[in-house]
């Protein structure tokens, strides 16, 4: 799943990217100053910036995996769909509808997402929680994706955002761990979504996409809402919701595997 979600990210998301002066390439050290400026330009305090990036270090490991995944994603539907959606995910998937009713149910109330998009999505991508978050320390994968130029701006834009998660108290910094494009908690949030979307479900003051599935489950339905999700809608390939699912993940054969898994959940 990391592989697809990094591919799409690099090669799709690059729209709406702020724009930040800090020069990217050159001394690593001096660009991390740089961005420091920026992010306390921002809003981010001196105490903030300082943990999360004193001493952060180049990471040539996220690079490489970089370039590798640059290419399209060449697996066809049923190709895909096989390795993703077995019969143990299915029952997994399952018991979690069954776990979380009175939730999702009070979320679909509310956002207009069914249960079954909701777990098929939290399914996919770390396994409802028990699975692969990702074991990247953040900071360090944003930092060194900001400061290659190919794509900085989008970069420094994530890297001020997962400043802000921690900012605003949401994660602490030994919570600040996820995968190679700094992609965070159980449905797998850019820093950037996880400002614009995330939702304190279980009131205790703190958007929690780590270890709170009320806020895990809302959010990623906030997501879904704000895209245009219309409540009640079919969610087949052409339809206005399977479109509002590229905001999730813009590969059509992941949407088409997010609609198949969600339909046998409902079975």
């Known amino acids: 799943m990391i592989r697809l979600r990094l591919a799409v990210i690099l090669t799709?998301?690059?729209?709406?990217a702020p724009a930040f002066a800090a020069q990217c390439g050159g001394d690593f050290q001096t660009f991390v100053a740089n961005i420091s400026r920026e992010a306390q330009a921002a809003g981010i305090s001196q105490g903030v910036i300082s943990q999360a990036l004193g001493g952060v270090t180049q990471d040539g490991a996220v690079l490489a995996f970089d370039r590798r995944q640059r290419g399209t994603f060449n697996k066809t539907f049923e190709q895909y769909v096989a390795t993703r959606v077995g019969a143990g995910r299915i029952k997994t998937g399952k018991t979690m509808l069954q776990r979380h009713a009175s939730l999702l149910s009070r979320i679909e109330r509310q956002f207009?997402?069914?249960?079954?998009?909701?777990?098929?999505?939290?399914g996919l991508e770390t396994?409802?929680?028990?699975?692969?978050?990702?074991?990247?320390?953040?900071?360090?994968?944003?930092?060194?994706?900001?400061?290659?130029?190919?794509?900085?701006?989008l970069f420094q834009g994530?890297?001020?955002?997962?400043?802000?998660?921690?900012?605003?108290?949401?994660?602490?910094?030994?919570?600040m761990i996820g995968a190679y494009a700094g992609e965070l908690g159980q449905t797998q949030f850019l820093p950037s979504s996880y400002i614009k979307y995330g939702v304190d479900y279980d009131g205790n003051g703190h958007v929690d996409l780590r270890h709170s599935v009320p806020d895990v489950l809302a959010s990623t339905a906030n997501l879904l809402k704000t895209s245009g999700w219309r409540a009640g809608g079919s969610y087949e390939e052409g339809s206005a919701n399977f479109d509002a699912m590229r905001e999730w993940n813009r590969a059509t054969v992941y949407r088409k595997t997010i609609g198949y898994f969600a339909d046998r959940l409902a079975q």
């Open 12 to 16: 799709t998301l690059m729209v709406a």
């Open 112 to 122: 207009g997402v069914p249960p079954q998009i909701l777990v098929a999505i939290w």
């Open 127 to 153: 396994d409802f929680g028990a699975g692969d978050m990702g074991k990247l320390p953040v900071f360090r994968v944003l930092a060194t994706m900001a400061h290659d130029c190919r794509r900085t701006e």
């Open 158 to 175: 994530e890297l001020i955002a997962a400043l802000k998660i921690v900012q605003r108290g949401d994660l602490g910094l030994r919570d």
